[in-house]
């Protein structure tokens, strides 16, 4: 049984920083993409950063200089680093297994319950 199970969410000031968590199990083998994706009240689903088996990443434009998205294969654990966290950050964070690069939800056959990001002007 595949599980996802995120953590490091909480409330930050502008400008601040946040490291989110995922720990995985029942995935034993390294061989798959992950990714971090978020959902604010009343928009849809956006993918945030992708990172696949040979540590390629992607990220949306919107993050880029400011997340980093990591994994340590040996602690099964995705990672997302944010740093200069804005107002329009403020989301539900979700994890994902098994998807692409491409960073489209429907890609994706794991999903975690997701950690509250709110960022505070």
């Known amino acids: 049984q595949v599980q996802l199970v995120e953590s490091g969410g909480g409330s930050v000031q502008a400008g601040g920083s946040l490291r989110l968590s995922c720990a995985v199990s029942?995935?034993?083998?390294?061989?798959?993409?992950m990714g971090w994706f978020r959902q604010a009240p009343g928009k849809e689903r956006e993918g945030v950063a992708a990172?696949?088996?040979?540590?390629?990443?992607t990220y949306t434009d919107s993050v880029k200089g400011r997340f980093t998205i990591s994994k340590d294969n040996a602690k099964n654990t995705l990672y997302l680093q944010m740093s200069s966290l804005k107002p329009e950050d403020t989301a539900m964070y979700y994890c994902?297994?098994?998807?692409?690069?491409?960073?489209?939800?429907?890609?994706?056959?794991?999903w975690g319950e997701g950690t509250q990001v709110t960022v505070s002007s």
């Open positions: 994902a297994a098994d998807g692409t690069t491409a960073l489209v939800p429907i890609d994706f056959g794991y």
């Open positions: 990172i696949d088996s040979d540590g390629s990443t």
């Open positions: 029942g995935l034993t083998d390294g061989a798959y993409c």
